[in-house]
């Protein structure tokens, strides 16, 4: 809570994400622009995915008739094509798009309900709190992949389209992510709830919904950030396991990975490596630039493990925001950046 | 009040979820800390129990997910009136949690087998793969974490940090796809998929009293083919599921390697010529042991989840190969029994490594 009594600085400086570039250096600063690079390149291949992909993602034949199965790579399919006679290449480039959205549904869902929960939670306390503090610790604990799966089936029993199956499965992640934000803004609020301000606040009358709202909920935000970038990772990889394991999105619905690369299984033991490899490396390769972002950003907040910073720009309030999805751990040391696998 | 680890999940400088034990022992000691504990295993696995039920009938009853439009109405609804399932939800939701608390789970629709059973036959080969996971994990994680911290900050840490990320960024199945290409075809050094080959495995069914896991079966036939088909086929699933893990173990000891070199102690040494390298073996590293072994709970779960992609990658024939197949025959008697043992796993294992945590260190009990 420092931002009140510390000087402004200039607007560059507080971007977000362009003051942790500023911040911090070497090694740091060569993780954290790999990270947003590949971000940035993931994100604009999937929005512009319409001009890149020579074909369309459940299209089986071109001007020359059909593709066929599992023909190596050539001029015309870049990377080859799979086992169901689909283009390699452009199903890679048509699954970042819906990695993307599935990612922007999950997350928004999970942040949406999980702070209010955790708010309402926190805040109001009593048995309601209680309870909820239980569930969201059961859940937290169990495989998250397999509650993913379950909802999944409850929520899909056979749907096919390409909204009905993104939703199916940013639903199915969205049940995984909400006790984490749940757990991350209810300790929050539990602390701010005892700050000064929110009691001179309660005693000038201000309603209750007013309180938190405007007083606990801007303050118990900063930390989501974190929070956000290390999830869309883990969306990424829940998925494709989703897809992976046949709960997923249809093909002719949507471009999805982790089906790609159930049918390379079967592939593989013939020697034919592209079916699998580029979905493969899309992943690898997606998740590892969000991760290199969210891991610096969570170095960077964290005292103990930034490297001396650039001099001109002040750690200021980001000082102690080191946060991971499940709560830091209170141990000799401090733990960071074990939350990476928490699936 | 948190079930998964009192001391873990507590973010410093607040104050959340005091336990029962903060707010009225007021010290109560290594017993009471230890009974809590346990007694809170109870609502982790009840809350999951109920929550799986649930879910699983807004779809409907089993009878029809698993044999609709199999059979003919009439006889569908023959077989759903025989198993009860046109009873209210709630009534059979208590004869359910009876059940589950008698250690009873039913029978599969899709093969007919007690549900008991089937977590028996395949319950063996999922804590096998599990166990040499493990294994794999703490031979990459803690010393190339030890390295790692080492090297703090110089180009050593640099590439440790980023293998670790892309440990964590390949998915079990694609690190496992990637490894078949190299190792089973085009080296031909390792089986593609299996737990061992046809002929072990049909010595190995022979086996009386077969324990399932089959590196102990293979022991007991004497036969040092097995042994060694066995420890084969393992090697490729491991090492999937074990650099997962493994990336997560060395990130962690890094830090807390760092974070223990700070110390006044570790100082102290530095200052009477203690190198460098001998700190960070001796001096530091014990320390930094400590919070691994809080996580290696959460890191169970974490193998549970992966054990379902790794045995479904390699045609492993363990607890998550088979609850995909049921899964996939939307057999959800089967998948409630399996999902309600994952449930007591998670949840024990978690009492069991708070426990071993505030043996070790004082400083966690409330």
């Not at chain 1, 819906?98 to 309402?120: E, Q, R």
């Not at chain 1, 089906?259 to 390379?264: C, G």
């Not at chain 1, 891991?295 to 080191?322: F, I, K, M, W, Y």
């Not at chain 2, 001391?7 to 009974?35: H, M, N, Q, S």
């Amino acid at each position: 809570m420092t931002a009140a009594t510390a000087p402004r600085r200039r607007l560059v400086d507080r971007l977000p994400v362009v003051h942790q570039v500023r911040q911090s250096v070497g090694l740091q600063r060569f993780m954290l622009v790999v990270g947003l690079v590949l971000t940035g390149v993931f994100v604009l291949v999937a929005i512009s995915a319409p001009l890149l992909a020579p074909y369309g993602y459940n299209q089986l034949r071109g001007e020359a008739g059909a593709f066929g199965s599992r023909q190596p790579p050539s001029a015309e399919h870049l990377w080859g094509t799979t086992v169901g006679g689909f283009d390699v290449f452009s199903r890679v480039i048509w699954g970042t798009q819906t990695a993307l959205l599935v990612i922007i549904v999950a997350v928004v869902l999970s942040i949406f309900i999980g702070v209010l929960l955790g708010l309402v939670s926190g805040y109001l306390g009593g048995w309601v709190d209680r309870v909820l503090v239980v569930v969201a610790d059961a859940v937290y604990a169990f495989p998250s992949l397999l509650l993913a799966i379950v909802v999944a089936i409850v929520i899909s029993g056979g749907q096919s389209s390409l909204l009905g199956g993104v939703m199916a499965a940013a639903i199915s992640i969205t049940v995984v992510f909400i006790p984490q934000y749940f757990r991350v803004i209810r300790a929050e609020t539990v602390r701010i709830k005892a700050e000064a301000f929110v009691e001179s606040a309660r005693v000038i009358g201000a309603p209750t919904t007013r309180i938190m709202f405007r007083h606990v909920l801007r303050n118990a935000t900063r930390t989501l950030p974190l929070i956000f970038t290390l999830n869309s990772s883990e969306a990424i990889l829940t998925l494709a396991g989703l897809g992976f394991l046949g709960f997923g999105i249809e093909p002719t619905a949507a471009a999805e990975w982790g089906y790609d690369l159930n049918k390379a299984i079967a592939d593989v033991t013939s020697g034919i490596w592209w079916t699998g490899l580029f979905p493969g490396l899309a992943i690898v390769f997606a998740v590892l630039g969000i991760t290199l972002v969210g891991e610096s950003l969570n170095d960077l907040a964290d005292p103990r493990l930034r490297q001396r910073r650039a001099a001109a720009v002040g750690a200021g309030d980001v000082a102690e925001t080191s946060v991971v999805p499940g709560g830091v751990l209170d141990a000799p040391g401090g733990i960071d950046g074990l939350e990476g696998g928490a699936r | 009040m948190t079930t998964t680890g009192v001391p873990v999940e507590t973010p410093p400088g607040t104050a959340p979820a005091a336990p029962a034990a903060k707010t009225r022992g007021g010290g109560g000691g290594l017993g009471r800390y230890i009974l809590i504990r346990f007694l809170l295993i109870f609502p982790t696995v009840f809350i999951l129990v109920t929550l799986v039920f649930l879910l699983m009938r807004t779809t409907g009853d089993p009878i029809t997910a698993a044999l609709g439009g199999r059979l003919p109405p009439d006889q569908l609804a023959e077989r759903i009136r025989e198993a009860g399932y046109d009873r209210p939800l709630l009534v059979q939701y208590l004869e359910y949690l009876g059940q589950v608390f008698t250690g009873n789970f039913g029978t599969t629709i899709s093969d007919n087998r007690p549900v008991i059973e089937v977590l028996f036959t395949y319950g063996g080969a999922t804590l096998e793969l599990a166990f040499y996971s493990l294994i794999v994990a703490f031979l990459v994680g803690i010393p190339l974490g030890m390295v790692a911290a080492y090297f703090r900050d110089r180009w050593g840490d640099a590439v440790l940090r980023i293998f670790a990320i892309f440990c964590y960024a390949t998915p079990v199945f694609f690190a496992g796809l990637l490894l078949k290409l190299i190792f089973s075809v085009q080296l031909g050094w390792l089986p593609v998929a299996g737990r061992a080959s046809t002929r072990s495995e049909l010595d190995l069914t022979l086996l009386d009293n077969a324990t399932g896991i089959y590196l102990i079966d293979a022991i007991r036939t004497g036969n040092s083919d097995i042994i060694q088909d066995v420890l084969l086929h393992a090697v490729l699933p491991a090492i999937a599921l074990g650099l997962l893990t493994g990336g997560i173990f060395l990130r962690l000891v890094r830090t807390n390697v760092i974070g223990t070199l700070g110390r006044d102690y570790v100082d102290a040494a530095r200052s009477r010529g203690v190198s460098e390298f001998r700190l960070v073996r001796k001096h530091a590293y014990k320390p930094a042991l400590i919070p691994i072994i809080t996580v290696i709970g959460l890191q169970i779960a974490m193998l549970l989840g992966g054990a379902v992609l790794t045995e479904t990658t390699f045609e492993w024939k363990g607890l998550g190969f088979q609850l995909v197949e049921y899964l996939q025959a939307r057999d959800f008697v089967a998948v409630q029994g399996i999902v309600a043992l994952l449930a007591v796993i998670v949840a024990v294992t978690n009492f069991l490594v708070d426990i071993i945590a505030a043996l070790i260190d004082p400083r966690v009990r409330y």
